[in-house]
């Protein structure tokens, strides 16, 4: 059996010019930058442009021109393009990116190009459309467009500018505005419109078929499949591969004017990443590599496993190395492969991007093809680095945190265990148990039910709150949030706080904050969400989300845990650093005497509840350390290698958790008032 690679067939033919021939006597849409990258806290729509190119000899007067669709804008009086030459309409003409355009650039336009896809249209003085795209950012069209720094470039100005054919991602990062397209001159065909793999889970030293279908009724002289072994990533940008080859690919059959070509690709070693890509020479000797090298992924690949290795939790091999065997020069492309436990079936996430961060890396996936929905995952080191974190702790301690969180209903990303591999043809068999923390942004707001169009925050630092979407929008709402909880009177606090705040997560973050020591996530390590607004006149709720739990159940830094952070801290702070002073938002919302009274008759409830000796957090504790001890036992079985440090690990941030828990318990229960009311009074 056939499997179809992630590619659907989509195929169309636009023969309208809109009138102007061969011999152009007008402007065409020659590069459109629609999804520019956003760097925080600039919107990437500050650099977003249209350009048009005059193909013609003679210059063209483009007074009236105006668009009309996906963007509305109309030329001056007096605007010209010259011949072969080029205009630019950008959303901010001010910005700094165009200081040193030598072209003109005109606007700033209306609206803002769809990161989606949409229609653009560009009519004359006289209302005749000169040009018109309906671009899109799926396949087939460029995927390297859609926030991947390459605009949409036209390969030729005699293309239909409606058929994707004609365009591809620009080679060059924020494309090539004012200048000649960096994709000029590249066939419009072949395109590869799917692939099949006649095995797509092989094993060790199982050959496989790979058939491309190839569209367009053109004259080929010749199609040759590349492949390359790649054996793993060894970290800070080392890299390894080993074979590859060159496969001579037959053609097996057509299907209207598309046409299959088939090559097999020899056997290689269980847990061996192959990626490949074709070479296609045309009669007019022109050669065409596809994948096109300005996509995210320019190859495709697949995954060769024995499903040997015994674990406990999901294994997880990071791969990477520069594609040289594929004619791509030194970019290094890095690859994530996932396998639960006890299957050999596997997931392939290749051409992710695999970034340095904090005590560990970040995995980005490429758009669609997410991991369980998640664009962006924080990779924890197995032994953090320290003062930084809790140390060799901070893994587990970062997972019960998280786990916490979510176990009562507060908003906060999930947290899981993998076996992380980089070296698998290595004598010593690498292997580390790691945390993966999901990244909170657009991704994770709409996996929990809510909309990523609306405002998201994070504290950075000391620099206040930074905003991560709807950039657009400006800041006015928290402004107006945080402005109206600046006030003494308590009638207009408790007023501000249920106009602005949905009570019950702040209420939530604040009791289970202070069960485990959150003590840095008041003042900061903490996410603003603010859900839609309920109507007209009622602004929409703010939300607070955990983050950077490195330090709680009591951690101070390696060799430090406190058990007695005071009930009062929320509301007081200490004078210790800029990070324990009360919060911006959370400060206010404990001056509330209504609000901080009701918070300290919930934290006497959940104490009651959450650390008894009976409790699922308890109960989790144990289930965790009992799976990871038991995977590292199959680490050792697997490798040869002894790993007691990770058993001492495991079991030294277990004990100081329940020694935190169980000395905890008896500050809060002496301190707290006797009376309580119930969890449950804010819940729901």
């Keep these: 059996m056939f499997r179809t690679w992630k590619f659907q067939l989509v195929f169309v033919v636009v023969l309208q010019f809109h009138g102007f021939g061969l011999g152009y006597s007008d402007v065409v849409l020659n590069e459109i930058y629609y999804n520019p990258v956003d760097y925080v806290p600039e919107?990437?729509?500050?650099?977003?442009f249209v350009e048009l190119y005059n193909p013609g000899a003679q210059a063209v007067d483009l007074s009236g021109y105006r668009f009309t669709q996906g963007i509305q804008y109309r030329f001056p009086v007096g605007a010209v393009c010259a011949?072969?030459?080029?205009?630019?309409?950008?959303?901010?003409?001010?910005?700094?990116?165009?200081?040193?355009?030598?072209?003109?650039?005109?606007?700033?336009?209306?609206?803002?190009?769809?990161?989606?896809?949409?229609?653009?249209?560009?009519r004359r003085a006289d209302g005749i459309p000169a040009d018109e795209i309906r671009y899109d950012d799926e396949f087939p069209w460029p995927l390297g467009a859609d926030g991947y720094k390459s605009s949409l470039e036209r390969i030729g100005a005699y293309l239909p500018s409606e058929d994707w054919h004609s365009w591809r991602a620009s080679l060059t990062p924020e494309g090539t505005p004012g200048q000649p397209n960096s994709v000029m001159g590249i066939p419009a065909y072949p395109s590869i419109v799917q692939i099949f793999l006649s095995n797509p889970n092989p094993r060790a030293m199982q050959a496989v078929d790979i058939t491309v279908a190839l569209d367009g009724s053109v004259s080929i002289h010749s199609v040759v499949l590349q492949y390359q072994q790649t054996i793993h990533y060894g970290g800070e940008g080392a890299s390894s591969e080993e074979e590859g080859g060159l496969a001579t690919m037959v053609p097996v059959g057509t299907d209207g004017d598309t046409t299959h070509y088939m090559a097999t690709v020899p056997g290689f070693p269980s847990q061996s990443l192959i990626r490949f890509n074709i070479m296609v020479q045309l009669l007019d000797g022109q050669v065409l590599q596809l994948p096109h090298i300005g996509e995210p992924r320019p190859y495709a690949s697949y995954f060769v496993y024995d499903g040997e290795i015994p674990s406990s939790i999901p294994l997880l091999w990071l791969f990477g190395a520069p594609l040289s065997h594929l004619s791509l020069g030194e970019t290094i492309y890095y690859a994530a492969i996932v396998?639960?436990?006890?299957?050999?079936?596997?997931?392939?996430?290749?051409?992710?991007?695999?970034?340095?961060?904090?005590?560990?890396?970040?995995?980005?996936f490429l758009k669609g093809e997410e991991y369980r929905g998640d664009r962006t995952l924080n990779l924890v080191s197995e032994t953090p680095l320290s003062p930084t974190t809790s140390g060799k702790a901070a893994p587990i301690v970062e997972y019960m945190g998280f786990w916490f969180f979510r176990s009562l209903g507060v908003l906060a990303p999930r947290a899981d265990w993998y076996r992380v591999i980089e070296n698998p043809t290595l004598p010593e068999k690498h292997h580390a148990q790691c945390l993966a923390i999901q990244q909170v942004n657009e991704r994770f707001i709409e996996m929990n039910g809510r909309d990523s169009k609306q405002d998201l925050y994070k504290w950075e630092n000391d620099t206040y709150f930074v905003k991560h979407t709807n950039l657009e929008a400006g800041r006015t709402a928290l402004r107006i949030f945080v402005e109206s909880l600046q006030t003494t009177d308590q009638a207009k606090l408790k007023e501000s706080i249920f106009r602005h705040m949905r009570v019950e997560s702040f209420l939530r973050y604040s009791v289970i904050s202070i069960l485990i020591s959150n003590w840095d996530g008041f003042f900061n390590n903490h996410w603003l969400y603010q859900n839609p607004p309920e109507n007209e006149t009622v602004?929409?709720?703010w939300e607070i989300i955990p983050w950077d739990l490195d330090k709680v159940w009591g951690f101070y830094g390696p060799?430090?845990?406190?058990?007695?952070?005071?009930?009062?801290?929320?509301?007081?702070?200490?004078s210790s650093s800029w990070s324990t002073q009360p919060g911006v938002v959370t400060g206010p919302f404990h001056q509330c005497?209504?609000?901080?009274?009701?918070y300290v008759s919930l934290l006497r409830s959940a104490l009651q509840r959450q650390f008894a000796e009976d409790s699922p957090l308890l109960a989790e504790l144990k289930r965790m350390q009992v799976m990871l001890l038991e995977d590292a036992e199959k680490m050792e079985a697997y490798t040869g290698v002894k790993r007691k440090d990770l058993h001492d690990q495991i079991q030294y941030a277990v004990d100081r958790i329940l020694w935190f828990i169980d000395q905890r318990s008896r500050y809060l229960d002496a301190t707290l008032p006797a009376t309580a009311s119930e969890w449950k009074a804010y819940s729901g």
């Design 83 to 122: 011949a072969d030459g080029y205009v630019v309409v950008a959303k901010n003409p001010g910005h700094a990116c165009w200081k040193s355009a030598t072209d003109p650039v005109y606007g700033p336009y209306e609206g803002r190009l769809d990161d989606s896809g949409e229609r653009i249209l560009l």
């Design 339 to 364: 396998s639960e436990p006890g299957t050999p079936t596997v997931q392939v996430f290749d051409g992710i991007r695999l970034e340095v961060a904090n005590n560990g890396r970040k995995i980005r």
């Design 559 to 574: 060799g430090s845990q406190k058990y007695n952070l005071s009930p009062e801290y929320p509301l007081l702070g200490d």
């Design 593 to 598: 005497e209504e609000m901080h009274a009701l």
């Design 43 to 48: 919107p990437g729509s500050e650099r977003e």
């Design 539 to 541: 602004p929409g709720k």
